[in-house]
């Protein structure tokens, strides 16, 4: 059984360009988050998403940044007109259910490998 | 917002001691996990503690979920070089994300 799949592992992009980044989750997964860390820093929570609905994006910056899960392949996190400041390492984790469906009791999220972004 | 606040923020131990880590919470968390995450990788969950006072061991690992269900302990028996990395706590507090803790770093010497 396949974890959560990331890439790509490494991405370089120039000031302005568009950055997308995949994240495959586990086998009967259907809820994916997306997280950014800085280096030396804590996991900060971007979007949470259920296949083809967003259902809480508090954490991600209003401009630039969109995500989606299809109902067909992987997640996608998209940083339009990149800059030097959105180098970071980006994970996704993946469950079977939410946290609230689990009813407390099984709640459980599996992460990727990470792409890591640099921007120059 | 939501904050989980970790302590000791770093440790440097001798091979064969035991550690121990905490971790607040400013609200009830129904639910903690902790995670470990080595460089240039992805956290990886080491326990799930889903009820206040239970006590969940995964080989040299037990951690706890704490009665005023604001905080969690996690510990390492007889350490090793390969327990060396980041420790994170995480819950999701009445919400459907997922909020990490600021992280321990853990060093073992030999």
């Known amino acids: 059984n396949a974890g959560v799949m990331q890439n790509p592992r490494h991405l370089v992009r120039r000031r302005g360009q568009e950055a997308r980044l995949r994240c495959s989750p586990m086998k009967g997964h259907s809820h994916v988050y997306w997280y950014r860390q800085l280096p030396e820093e804590g996991l900060k929570f971007m979007v949470y998403l259920q296949k083809e609905n967003i259902i809480d994006e508090s954490g991600m910056p209003k401009e630039r940044f969109s995500a989606e899960f299809p109902k067909e392949g992987p997640s996608i996190l998209r940083i339009q007109q990149v800059v030097r400041g959105d180098s970071a390492a980006y994970f996704c984790?993946?469950?079977?259910?939410?946290?609230?469906?689990?009813?407390?009791?099984?709640?459980?999220?599996?992460f990727g490998q990470g792409t890591r972004l640099t921007v120059v | 917002g939501q904050q989980l606040n970790q302590s000791p923020q770093s440790m440097f131990i001798q091979e064969g001691e035991d550690v121990s880590m905490n971790c607040t919470s400013s609200s009830i968390f129904n639910t903690w996990l902790w995670y470990k995450q080595d460089p240039g990788e992805g956290p990886v969950l080491l326990i799930a503690?889903?009820?206040?006072?239970e006590l969940t061991s995964n080989g040299r690992l037990t951690a706890q979920f704490g009665i005023t269900r604001k905080d969690s302990f996690l510990n390492i028996s007889a350490s090793i070089p390969s327990d060396v990395g980041i420790y994170f706590c995480a819950g999701p507090p009445n919400t459907d994300k997922l909020i990490f803790g600021t992280g321990t770093r853990l060093q073992v010497f030999p």
């Open positions: 984790a993946s469950s079977p259910v939410g946290f609230t469906e689990a009813l407390h009791s099984s709640f459980e999220a599996f």
């Open positions: 503690l889903y009820k206040a006072g």
